[in-house]
């Protein structure tokens, strides 16, 4: 375990705990496709979906780990499900809504959400209405990089790369090296 560094928060300086190494990220994400294939029986009617932002390098790593797997093309897409969110009215103008593109048709597929990390499940619930306004998927399963509870509705991930008890003032910081140029999951102590 490396030793607590810290960050700039709110004028003040927050030490942040590294959760997941680089090889960690690794490991998870292989456990979770073999999960994944072990679960639908193979890859066959399998689409990856990444909601924005970094569910969606997950979800191509995934398929990338699966295809290694299996001699099967899976397709990956991207989701934005920014309009679907609760909370709409609160989102800051100028606020740019990015592409969702799911290059296949969902219905009658298994389709996988991604995303780093499940919270009040709320962003999940959003990003599932968006996808059934796509087409009608044979099923909808979760996968996250990491479930760190305080759960507000009544959501539950199929695939966790790592469970983290946390308190609500703590946040979960994932750095991927197609974003950040780094693989690692921190947490900070936020006032």
Same mark, same amino acid.
């Given at each position: ?29 292989? @456990?979770? %496709?073999?999960?994944? $294939? ?7 009617? *399998?689409? =990856?979906?990444?909601?924005?932002? +970094? ?69 999940? @619930?959003? %990003?599932?209405?968006? $996808? ?7 099923? *909808?399963? =979760?996968?996250?990089?990491?479930? +760190? ?43």
């Amino acid at each position: 375990m490396e030793p607590l560094a810290s960050v700039m928060a709110g004028g003040f300086f927050m030490p942040e705990k590294t959760l997941m190494t680089s090889a960690d990220v690794g490991r998870a994400l292989s @456990r979770i %496709a073999h999960e994944i $294939l072990e679960r639908n029986k193979g890859a066959d009617d *399998i689409v =990856l979906v990444g909601m924005r932002t +970094r569910g969606v390098p997950l979800a191509r790593r995934l398929a990338a780990i699966i295809q290694n797997l299996e001699p099967v093309s899976i397709p990956v897409g991207a989701l934005d499900f920014a309009l679907y969110r609760d909370d709409v009215s609160s989102i800051e103008p100028g606020t740019q809504v990015q592409n969702t593109n799911i290059p296949t048709n969902i219905a009658d597929k298994h389709v996988i959400l991604v995303d780093d990390v499940l919270y009040t499940g709320r962003s999940i @619930r959003a %990003a599932m209405d968006a $996808l059934v306004d796509l087409g009608r998927p044979k099923s *909808i399963q =979760l996968a996250v990089l990491v479930d +760190r509870g305080h759960r507000e509705l009544p959501i539950r991930a199929d695939y966790v790369g790592k469970n983290v008890p946390s308190s609500r003032q703590e946040k979960i910081k994932v750095r991927l090296r197609e974003s950040d140029g780094m693989d690692k999951v921190l947490i900070v102590d936020v006032l």
